[in-house]
C-alpha cells in the first residue's frame, strides 16, 4: 500500500531500473546502426556494447547499497566508473556521437549517492572538462555544445538521485515517526491504567492486609472479633473486585460508530479505499460492542497481514461483513492469528458466529453474526 515505505522503495527503484532499461537500449540502437552502416567495425561494437551495458548493470546494484545509508564507495562503484570511462574513449573514435558522453554522466549521479556534495562536484567539474576535451578532440565536435550538455547532465542527474533518494528517507521517517508515536501511545496508556489500578487497589488491599493481620491476633483472644474483622475483609474483596471490573469494562467495551470510523481513516490512510454501508439503529449494546470488536480487529488484520487496496464492510441485522481485495497466499476457512482467535471465542461465548474465508472471486471475507 501507499503508505509502506517498503512499497514506496520499490516503486522508486523500478522507476531508476527501467530509466537504465531505456538508456541500454537506446545506446544498444546506436552501436547497431553505427556497424549496420559500416561506421565502426563488429570488434568495435562489440567492445562499446559490453562497456556500456556493463556499467549500466552496476547502476541498479549501487542504488540498492547507496539507498538506505551512505556507504563508502565500494568495488562496484569503481568498476561501474572503469566501464563508463571505458565506453567514452572507444565511441567517440566511431562518429556515432550525442549520447556516449552521458556515460560519464550516469556515473557521477551514482557517485553522488556515496561522496559528500563538495566532493560530487569537484568530480563532475573533473569529469566535464575532461570528457569535453576528449570528444572534441577525437570526435570533431564543438567544444561549447558538449560543454554545456554535459553541464546540465552533471547537474540534473545527480540532483535527480538524491531526491529519489531524499523522498525515499523522507518516506521512511515518516513512517518510523508513525509507529513511534503509535507504541508512545500504548505505552502512556499502559501507564495510566496502572495507575488506576493502582489508586483503586493500594488503599483497599493495604487495608485488607491490616485487617487480616488483626483478624489472625484476635482469633485466638476473642472469635467474635475476629469474625467480625473477616467479613469486613469479605466486604472490602467484593467492593475492591466491582471496582475493578468496572474500570476493565472501561476499556472493554467499545463504540461501534467509532470503530467504524476509525478503520475507515486506517484503511484510507493506507491506500485502500473503504466502503462502509452498516444498519445498526435495532441493534443491541451487548450486540454493537462486539461487531465493535469485530470491525477493530478485522481492520487490523487487513492493515497487518493483506494488500488490499479496496475494503468493504456492510452490516445488516446484527450481521458484519468485511471483504478485501488483498488476500496474500493461501486463506484458511477460519480464524487465523490471536486477535482473530481470541475474537472468534468472544463471539461464541455470547451465542454468535465468527468465521473467515477466502471466496471465489479472489477475496478475503470476515464474517461476524451476533443476536441483535
Known sequence: MATRPETAKKILLYWMDATFAVMGFMLSMLVLTSAGEGRISVAHAVAIEVCALAALAFLPLILRDAYDDRPRPTAKLVACGLFSASAVALAPSSGATGSWEMAGCFFLSALALYV??????????????LTTFYVSAVGDQ????????????????PGTMKLWRWLWWTLREAYDSRE????LAVSNERLRFARDLHDLLGHSLSVLTLKSELAAKLATIDAGKAAAE??????????????VQVAVDGYRVLDLDEELAGVRAALEAAGARCVIEARTDDLSPAARTLL??????????????????????????????MRNDGVRGPATSGPDGSGLRGLAERMSAAGGSFT???TPSGEFLLRAAVSA
Open 356 to 358: 473467515t474465508a477466502a
Open 180 to 183: 513511534a508515536k503509535a507504541t
Open 116 to 129: 559528500p556534495l563538495w566532493a560530487t562536484v569537484c568530480v563532475g567539474a573533473a569529469l566535464v572538462a
Open 142 to 157: 564543438p567544444w561549447l555544445t558538449l560543454v554545456l550538455s554535459l553541464t546540465v547532465s552533471a547537474v540534473l542527474l
Open 292 to 321: 465493535a470488536w469485530a470491525v477493530r480487529e478485522g481492520g487490523t488484520n487487513v492493515l497487518k497481514h493483506s494488500t488490499a487496496t479496496r475494503c468493504a464492510i456492510v452490516i445488516d441485522g446484527g450481521v458484519l461483513e
Open 230 to 243: 473477616m467479613a469486613d475483609v469479605r466486604r472490602l474483596a467484593a467492593e475492591s473486585l466491582a471496582e
